[in-house]
């Protein structure tokens, strides 16, 4: 049984930073593809990055491109780094995988969701 495990959200200030975590379990992902998600409420879930394990290639969404980083970490593990967070970037951050080699960008590309973690960003 595959296991997303989201770490790392919380409380931050404007301009501040966070690092997002995900652990996965239960399978072999030297094929796929892992990606961050948001919701904001109110809003559709939105592509925020990719990075696929066997080659090592990395997408992020133009809204937050120059300002978070997608990297493999460790084995089953890959991080989001959020840099010069804005009030926007408030949502919902989710860890998904896709079973394609493939850096996919559409959510109904991936086959298993993490529970996700609440990122606020508040004065």
């Known amino acids: 049984q595959v296991q997303l495990v989201e770490s790392g959200g919380g409380l931050v200030q404007p301009g501040g930073s966070l690092r997002l975590s995900c652990a996965a379990s239960g399978g072999t992902f030297t094929t796929y593809a892992m990606g961050w998600f948001r919701q904001a409420p109110g809003k559709e879930r939105e592509f925020v990055a990719v990075t696929t394990w066997n080659s090592g290639t990395t997408y992020s969404a133009d809204r937050v491109s120059g300002r978070f980083t997608i990297s493999r970490d460790a084995k089953n593990k890959i991080s989001l780094q959020m840099n010069s967070l804005k009030l926007e970037d408030t949502a919902v951050y989710y860890c998904?995988?896709?079973?394609?080699?493939?850096?996919?960008?559409?959510?109904?590309?991936?086959?298993?969701w993490g529970q996700g973690t609440q990122v606020t960003v508040s004065s």
């Open positions: 998904a995988a896709a079973n394609t080699p493939f850096a996919v960008r559409v959510s109904t590309a991936y086959d298993y």
